[in-house]
């Protein structure tokens, strides 16, 4: 049986990128880093930079979505 082809471009990479990003937000929130965060949300709602955060979550979104689909890709291969 062929993949799906959104299956075929999940790559390693966008995974591992995904998972960076989880890992700086657990690890500004564990280590109390949380009135940094809430500096740089600030700053971006008085600037242009609220474009980024929005990009950086839609980035995130897509991430996990296509850690997601590669997760149920892997389990659906190993239950065969």
Do not use: K, W
Request: zero cysteines; a positive charge.
């Amino acid at each position: 049986m062929r993949s799906h082809p959104t299956l075929r471009r999940i790559r390693p990479a966008n995974i591992a990128a995904f998972l960076a990003g989880v890992a700086v937000v657990v690890a500004i929130h564990v280590g109390g880093l949380q009135p940094i965060l809430d500096y740089l949300v600030q700053a971006a709602m008085h600037t242009r930079v609220i474009f980024l955060v929005i990009v950086a979550a839609l980035l995130g979104i897509v991430g996990l979505g296509s850690a997601i689909l590669a997760l149920r890709h892997l389990e659906r291969h190993a239950v065969r």
